[in-house]
Every structure is written in structure tokens, then in C-alpha cells.
């Protein structure tokens, strides 16, 4: 347990010196900048427009910094041989994968961290300068916490894919899944109302294998403050750790088959 735990706070140490920091100033300025685009509307959408807005910008970059760090690590591992220094230590395969997820997570949810906060501090800011209603909401943070939840179960569909190709193959086919998981409501709508039995069947299974991302993504209430029960977080929330550790085996048997040479 403590092998996996250095390895996790070692990648976040050599995350941090990674420029995609830079995003966050990035971010900040854009965030900043979205206030004088905002006032420029009407007053009664102020804050379906600040608030669609920034958890828009946080819904991209998110995602982008999970895909561009999760399927980078493992194929950088290998090609620099530096992962040859750690299997031969008593750390076995699948310590050091999983050590790998952690500090990937803890780094990635870290910066999703920052941006939330800059944007949780610039709805009271525009609540308490403004002659209308505004601020932070439930929904908002319901809708944050969503982000994070999509952050924990992406890394790992990058982490199986990254522990079985190459960094191109694995981004893309993790971008395509991303986007498949975010139409799966569609999807199953779809498969629903075909005629041909494959199409139905296909559709369903795909519905119910592949990651749901849309379950995740709270954006759209809380722009319109549409509440979210208790019960519908605890079964998102116990969807994406079961789904989590089952994508986490699958990419530990992979990884612990897979040859370096």
C-alpha cells in the first residue's frame, strides 16, 4: 500500500511540472473576461448565462486535461524504459498502475479544484455587486461534483487503453468513447425505437457496457437550478466507483501481460 501510495504522489509532483498549469491562468482570464461579455445581457439570464459559461469551460477543459495526461504516462513510461526501474523494485505491475491512476487523478482533480473555486468566487462576487439574484447555488456545486466524478472514471478508461497501445491510439479512441458515453441516453432512445432486432439489441448492450459519461454531466439543471435528489448522487456515485474498479482490473491484467520489449 505505501509503494502505490509514493507512486501516486510522485506522478503529482511530476505533474505539477507539467505546463498544463498554464491552463488554469488560461482559464482565470477567460472567467474574468466572461463577466463584461455577461453584463451585456439581459438581467433576468445573468445567471444562466455565467453559470452555463463557466461550467461549459470547465466541461471542456476537464476532459482535455484527463485524455491528455491519462493516456500519456504509461506509452511515455515505456518508451523512455524508466518503467524497467520500477518493476525491477518490489512493486509489482499492477501497484505501479494504479499508483499511476491515483496521481493522475489527484492531479487532474486538483486543477479542476482551481478553476471550480475561481468560478464559485466570481458567482458571489457578481451576487453581491448585483441588484438582482445571483450566487452559488446548490446545482452548481452538484454539477462540480459531477465534473470530478467524470475526472475519476475517465482517467481509468485512459489508463485501460494507455496500458494496451500507444498514446495516439489510446487519445483517440478514449476522445471517441468520451463522446459516445455523453449521447448514451440517445442511444438507448434510439435502439428503442429501431424495428431491426440487431440495431435494438446493439444498441442496448452498448448503452449498458460503455461508460456513461451523461449521468455525470449536471450542467444543463444547474443553469436552469433544476434540483438533484440525495438518492440519484449516492447511485451516480456508486456507479462510477464500481465502474472505476472494474475498468482498474481489466487494465491490471492487461498490463501485468504486456511485454516492454
Given at each position: 500500500?505505501?509503494?502505490?501510495?509514493?507512486?501516486?504522489?510522485?506522478?503529482?509532483?511530476?505533474?505539477?511540472?507539467n505546463?498544463?498549469?498554464?491552463?488554469?491562468?488560461?482559464?482565470?482570464?477567460?472567467?474574468?473576461?466572461s463577466?463584461?461579455?455577461?453584463?451585456?445581457?439581459?438581467?433576468?439570464?445573468?445567471?444562466?448565462?455565467?453559470?452555463?459559461?463557466?461550467?461549459?469551460?470547465?466541461?471542456?477543459?476537464?476532459?482535455?486535461?484527463t485524455?491528455?495526461?491519462?493516456?500519456?504516462?504509461?506509452?511515455?513510461?515505456?518508451?523512455?524504459?524508466?518503467?524497467?526501474?520500477?518493476?525491477?523494485?518490489?512493486?509489482?505491475?499492477?501497484?505501479?498502475?494504479?499508483?499511476?491512476?491515483?496521481?493522475?487523478?489527484?492531479?487532474?482533480?486538483?486543477?479542476?479544484?482551481?478553476?471550480?473555486?475561481?468560478?464559485?468566487?466570481?458567482?458571489?462576487?457578481a451576487?453581491?455587486?448585483?441588484?438582482?439574484?445571483?450566487?452559488?447555488?446548490?446545482?452548481?456545486l452538484?454539477?462540480?461534483?459531477?465534473?470530478?466524478?467524470?475526472?475519476?472514471?475517465?482517467?481509468?478508461?485512459?489508463?485501460?487503453?494507455?496500458?494496451?497501445s500507444?498514446q495516439y491510439?489510446?487519445?483517440?479512441?478514449?476522445?471517441?468513447?468520451?463522446?459516445?458515453?455523453?449521447?448514451?441516453?440517445?442511444?438507448?432512445t434510439?435502439?428503442?425505437?429501431?424495428?431491426?432486432d440487431?440495431?435494438?439489441?446493439?444498441?442496448?448492450?452498448?448503452?449498458?457496457v460503455?461508460?456513461?459519461?451523461?449521468?455525470?454531466?449536471?450542467?444543463?439543471?444547474?443553469?436552469?437550478?433544476d434540483?438533484?435528489?440525495?438518492?440519484?448522487?449516492?447511485?451516480?456515485?456508486?456507479?462510477?466507483?464500481?465502474?472505476t474498479?472494474?475498468?482498474?482490473?481489466?487494465?491490471?491484467?492487461?498490463?501485468?501481460?504486456?511485454?516492454?520489449?
Amino acid at each position: 500500500m505505501n509503494g502505490v501510495l509514493n507512486i501516486a504522489l510522485n506522478g503529482f509532483r511530476e505533474a505539477r511540472r507539467n505546463r498544463v498549469t498554464s491552463v488554469l491562468f488560461v482559464f482565470a482570464f477567460i472567467m474574468v473576461f466572461s463577466t463584461t461579455v455577461s453584463i451585456e445581457f439581459t438581467v433576468a439570464t445573468f445567471d444562466r448565462v455565467m453559470t452555463d459559461f463557466g461550467l461549459g469551460v470547465i466541461g471542456l477543459l476537464s476532459p482535455a486535461l484527463t485524455i491528455f495526461l491519462g493516456t500519456a504516462l504509461i506509452p511515455r513510461e515505456i518508451e523512455r524504459r524508466t518503467i524497467f526501474m520500477v518493476v525491477a523494485k518490489p512493486v509489482s505491475r499492477s501497484a505501479f498502475l494504479v499508483g499511476r491512476y491515483l496521481g493522475n487523478v489527484i492531479t487532474v482533480v486538483f486543477l479542476v479544484v482551481i478553476m471550480s473555486a475561481l468560478f464559485l468566487i466570481q458567482l458571489e462576487v457578481a451576487g453581491a455587486s448585483a441588484t438582482f439574484s445571483t450566487g452559488i447555488h446548490r446545482e452548481h456545486l452538484v454539477a462540480l461534483y459531477g465534473l470530478l466524478l467524470e475526472v475519476v472514471l475517465l482517467t481509468a478508461v485512459c489508463f485501460l487503453f494507455a496500458s494496451a497501445s500507444s498514446q495516439y491510439v489510446s487519445s483517440l479512441s478514449v476522445t471517441c468513447l468520451y463522446f459516445i458515453g455523453h449521447m448514451a441516453e440517445d442511444l438507448y432512445t434510439f435502439a428503442n425505437r429501431s424495428k431491426l432486432d440487431v440495431l435494438r439489441y446493439a444498441g442496448k448492450a452498448i448503452y449498458y457496457v460503455l461508460p456513461n459519461f451523461d449521468r455525470l454531466d449536471f450542467k444543463a439543471r444547474a443553469t436552469y437550478f433544476d434540483p438533484t435528489s440525495n438518492s440519484e448522487l449516492l447511485s451516480i456515485t456508486a456507479y462510477t466507483l464500481a465502474y472505476t474498479a472494474l475498468v482498474l482490473v481489466f487494465a491490471t491484467q492487461i498490463f501485468e501481460r504486456r511485454d516492454f520489449k
